[in-house]
């Protein structure tokens, strides 16, 4: 440090014109981190906002018995805590396993599953510390983006009051995950200074969030242009390499981690030679294959307007909150426009953009996936109002933005999208299940179960032993290990079911003759439904336990 | 996890680290814009008052000395400020002879500053030759070039200006070897001097502890002489002063502004280069092992002098292991995590590839060299023989230095050998120099009037 200090930057224009360049840096700094003390207070309200939106009732609402998925994530990161495998089943590289990794860790590190409530809780904390976490991101963002401090705390405000994105952002999902390693990986990039240590942080946050949910790659563009527009002449030909070789070097071991297990290939073209590792040759499963069959699941088309994502704009997402996602889409559009003079613009409005268009391929696309879009769907609402606002005469814009937030919350709460995610307790008929079925069941008990209630019965506790034999009906259908090994392909074999509305479908679709032969066998033991609620936002939970009969 | 699996992982990690670490410093001067400021040269320049004394130890060097005297006193400095002392061992009558010759030729030009002395006294190396020179040194501040250096007209203005303005009681200049595409391992050669001399030697001067280079180097005399001159049994002399210094609580300035650095050449040989690195390392082990180092006041410089000191053996462990590793992955049954684990150092060192090629375009672009697209595909397939090589230099140090082989192996021709009488050789004097003491002298001579606020400045740092 010594030495540094002492010594004054030597640039062109001689003694004067370095004073003058130190004093004007000098000032500068102050002047940063006065605003950043100003605006510090201004985030850490907004982190409060979030943290009273995002936590009130969120064990409750949604439940956890509502999407498979959390119950899936939940499963994998029990089986990376309790066996130190990827998956309980053979992991078939559906998704990048960094996002179960983290939450892994983090229940390892919070004392394991059931610390908060089940598995599924304890993942919705670690939402709800990420959601905290993205809050000064968005902030910082926005900011970086060009705009104002108004504009950021919009931004926020919307990203953590909008019942959609509100609902979703709780459930413990890869997408969360996979936001918060991005906006990350964004905020590192959009540095001020062009540090090159943080192009080369933001690149390894992107390789993260690319490992966690591979649908990261869809705002690649708007991230390169980002990267491009970032670069200093004191990178020198650094610029571009210190942002993507780390990367890469993150991405790189998905595939390296298939190689090594001798399922990169499809199991006709892998290399004996590499399968002296893992033993996984036998498995039949693949990262190519898997990649291949991820891209071409079909939700009915790009030109069809009754495609998926057409679907759930309309029973789903703008019921939900039409105001983010209207007025979110088109100053995505008009920021685009903007674009053409304004380079900030035009990058908020590309990662406005490019989710839209994703969700709007035409391919498979699940209600959840909306999280993608929403901190971007913010972010430009926010860069255009901010924009708008600053043509505003003296403390107009204040009055403005304070009315508009007034209104927002005022017309969700009419909407009664809001109220929900804070009164309603669907979650009840799940946890009654659960406890019931440890009480009442022998634990050697074969059971053919949902994904939702896996980790909980898996896991001693919760009022009652591990259940070791209950397995996912999706397994039962499709894995040879479960459907001819534990249950040798017979219907006499199961001694329970958990069943749901809807639940039969999936058996037929999937052809689970073990499940349906067994339920045709089986009488009602025990049956829960949740307190009634608004079942447009969310459907009533009912839970039924089915005994077989031999 | 078995013990074997435990090792592969805690070696990979480490090694990675370390790797890290060292991109890290090969990358820090594109940190950010303030750090190139800082190193680049003043475009005024002040008034010449600083007297300089430069040394020019030279060996068998009949074929290049009279030219590196002519580019000396060509020097763009008023000469009454120069001091030049060409300094020479007595048996070495080749090279004597061409000097004398030279010197007889500039005195008919009314040229005098410059000036020849011999010694006869072993050890013959370059470290007691400078310490002879130092003996007869006049100048406010010493200075080193070798026999085959270029530097550039102004450096001596650029110096100047530094010392005047900062009172900067060591300036240490860039070298730069220049021949990227002559041979083989030339354009990696060159690589190492632009990361070493352009970034992490910046790196060093900030964290105060600089292992300097062996020329372009300029100390205050008097400060030289209160630490004791060179090493003369030191293999790597220059390193061990910059060592003694940081101990000492000397700040060290760094400049590389790629138009004034100091240009050399890359060995000529494959053998010429083993025997160069070879003792590059065995004198960091000798460093090592004189322990100075220890003094230096944080922990943090005592920790980045021994991960400095110490390269020869990171070199070694990371040669023999890289094999190891990829041997394990593909065809021994670790566990697949393990495994991966195993790859961190293989990755890192592609990442330092990936950022030699970037290096190299940016080194063309920065000395505006002739640009061909061959010289990259040459970099990737020579990199990984490169990494051999330093790593069979390392190794070879490592065994000499164990051995007690301490010949000076520098020149092409012989090695003086060690006197049988026990050496006195110079360590840190107790305590910091006396730095304000030595800046109000050095000011004094310089005909200037110190403020408090000045003396002070110096004095902390």
Redesign the interface.
């Known amino acids: 440090m010594a030495s540094t200090t002492r010594i004054r930057p030597q640039t062109a224009g001689g003694e004067w014109a370095n004073r003058l360049r130190d004093l004007r840096a000098r000032l500068n700094d102050l002047n940063l981190s006065r605003i950043w003390a100003g605006e510090r207070g201004l985030v850490l309200g907004l982190v409060v906002v979030g943290l009273v939106a995002h936590s009130f009732n969120m064990l409750d609402y949604p439940s956890f018995t509502f999407k498979d998925d959390e119950g899936i994530y939940a499963a994998q990161s029990w089986a990376v805590l309790r066996e130190g495998h990827l998956t309980p089943y053979t992991y078939f590289y559906d998704h990048a396993p960094a996002g179960w990794l983290l939450s892994a860790l983090w229940m390892a590190l919070t004392g394991g599953t059931n610390t908060f409530g089940n598995a599924v809780d304890s993942g919705r904390v670690l939402m709800l510390g990420l959601h905290l976490g993205m809050v000064p991101l968005l902030y910082g963002l926005t900011r970086r983006l060009g705009g104002t401090p108004l504009a950021a705390a919009l931004a926020t405000l919307l990203f953590s009051l909008s019942p959609l994105a509100v609902f979703y952002q709780r459930m413990f999902l890869l997408d969360n995950i996979m936001l918060f390693w991005l906006l990350l990986s964004l905020y590192w990039l959009s540095d001020e200074a062009g540090r090159l240590s943080h192009r080369v942080l933001s690149g390894l946050a992107f390789g993260l969030a690319l490992v966690t949910k591979e649908t990261a790659v869809f705002v690649l563009p708007a991230v390169l242009l980002l990267a491009w527009r970032q670069r200093r002449p004191h990178q020198g030909n650094f610029a571009f390499s210190s942002w993507f070789v780390p990367m890469l070097m993150v991405v790189s071991w998905y595939p390296l981690y298939a190689l090594l297990k001798g399922e990169l290939l499809g199991a006709g073209q892998a290399f004996g030679f590499f399968v002296t590792n893992g033993g996984g040759s036998g498995s039949g499963v693949s990262l190519v294959d898997a990649l291949k069959w991820q891209s071409t699941r079909s939700g009915g088309g790009i030109f069809n307007l009754d495609n998926l994502f057409w679907q759930l704009v309309r029973t789903d997402w703008w019921p939900r909150d039409p105001i983010l996602l209207a007025g979110g889409s088109l100053a995505s559009l008009i920021n685009l426009l903007r674009g053409w003079r304004n380079r900030q613009a035009l990058i908020g409005g590309l990662l406005g953009l490019l989710p839209l268009v994703y969700l709007g391929r035409g391919g498979i696309v699940f209600d959840y996936y909306i999280l993608f879009a929403i901190p971007f769907l913010c972010l430009n609402l926010a860069l255009l109002a901010g924009w708008l606002l600053a043509r505003l005469p003296g403390r107009g814009s204040l009055v403005v933005a304070t009315l508009a937030v007034v209104a927002l919350v005022v017309s969700y709460s009419l909407l009664g999208s809001l109220p929900a995610l804070f009164t309603e307790h669907p979650d009840l008929a799940g946890r009654e299940a659960t406890s019931w079925i440890k009480q009442n069941i022998p634990a050697s008990s074969r059971l053919i179960i949902r994904d939702d209630l896996w980790a909980g019965l898996h896991e001693p506790g919760l009022g009652g032993p591990s259940f070791p034999n209950a397995h996912s009906h999706w397994k039962v259908a499709s894995d040879p290990a479960i459907r001819d090994g534990v249950f040798e392909g017979d219907w006499r074999k199961v001694d329970y079911m958990v069943m749901s509305p809807g639940l039969i479908e999936s058996f037929n679709a999937t052809d689970n003759k073990v499940a349906l032969a067994a339920l045709a066998h089986a009488h009602l033991v025990k049956r829960w439904e949740s307190p009634l609620g608004t079942e447009s936002l969310h459907p009533r939970q009912i839970i039924e336990v089915w005994q077989v009969d031999h | 996890m078995n013990w074997s699996n435990f090792g592969l992982v805690i070696c990979s990690l480490l090694l990675a680290a370390q790797s890290t670490y060292s991109t890290?410093l090969m990358?820090y001067a594109?940190?950010?814009?303030?750090?190139?400021?800082?190193a680049?040269?003043?475009?005024?320049y002040k008034r010449p008052r600083v007297h300089f004394t430069i040394l020019l130890p030279a060996r068998h060097e009949e074929a290049v000395i009279q030219d590196t005297i002519q580019r000396v006193v060509d020097l763009d400095y008023p000469h009454h400020l120069v001091q030049v002392l060409v300094v020479i061992e007595a048996g070495d009558r080749g090279t004597i002879a061409k000097v004398e010759e030279k010197l007889a030729q500039l005195h008919e030009q009314g040229i005098y500053h410059v000036e020849l002395i011999t010694f006869s006294d072993p050890p013959i190396n370059k470290p007691h030759g400078l310490n002879i020179g130092l003996k007869r040194a006049t100048g406010n501040v010493v200075t080193i070039f070798d026999a085959e250096d270029e530097p550039h007209r102004d450096i001596l203005q650029v110096v100047n200006t530094?010392i005047t303005?900062?009172f900067?009681p060591v300036v240490q200049c860039g070298v730069q070897l220049m021949n990227y595409a002559d041979r083989w391992f030339s354009a990696l050669n060159v690589l190492e001097y632009f990361f070493w001399f352009k970034s992490r030697l910046h790196y060093h001067?900030?964290?105060?502890m600089v292992p300097l280079g062996g020329n372009t180097v300029f100390v205050w005399r008097q400060l030289l002489e209160w630490l004791g001159g060179w090493d003369q049994y030191c293999l790597t002399e220059d390193a061990d002063v910059g060592i003694r210094l940081s101990a000492a609580?000397v700040?060290?300035?760094v400049i590389y502004d790629d138009e004034y650095v100091t240009k050399e050449e890359t060995p000529p040989s494959v053998g010429q280069f083993v025997k160069q690195r070879t003792r590059w390392n065995q004198g960091f082990l000798q460093v090592l092992g004189k322990l100075d180092w220890l003094k230096l006041p944080t922990w943090r410089q005592r920790l980045l002098a021994l991960y400095t000191l110490m390269s020869p053996l990171i070199q070694v462990l990371t040669l023999l292991y890289l094999p190891l590793s990829l041997w394990l992955?593909?065809?021994v049954?670790?566990p697949?995590w393990v495994?991966?684990i195993s790859?961190l150092p293989l990755?890192l060192m592609i990442?330092q590839l990936?950022?030699s090629l970037?290096?190299l375009?940016?080194f063309i672009?920065?000395h505006r060299l002739p640009h061909s697209w061959l010289a990259y595909p040459r970099l990737v397939l020579s990199y990984f023989p490169y990494q051999v090589l330093l790593g069979w230099g390392a190794l070879r140090a490592c065994w000499r230095h164990l051995r007690g082989m301490n010949t000076w192996e520098k020149t092409l021709h012989i090695g003086a050998h060690r006197t049988a009488t026990a050496p006195v050789r110079p360590h840190v004097p107790a305590g910091q120099a006396p730095l304000g003491q030595l800046t109000s002298q050095f000011m004094f001579e310089l005909d200037n009037q110190p403020s408090e606020r000045q003396l002070e400045?110096?004095i902390?740092?």
Not at chain 2, 205 to 208: D, L, R, V
């Open positions: 890290a990358l594109w940190q950010d814009d303030g750090k190139r400021q800082k680049r040269v003043p475009t005024q530094v303005r900062e900067a001067a900030s964290a105060g609580h700040p060290i300035r992955m593909f065809f049954k670790v697949v495994a991966l790859t990755y990442v990936i950022i970037a290096g375009r940016e672009r920065l400045e110096v902390r740092g």
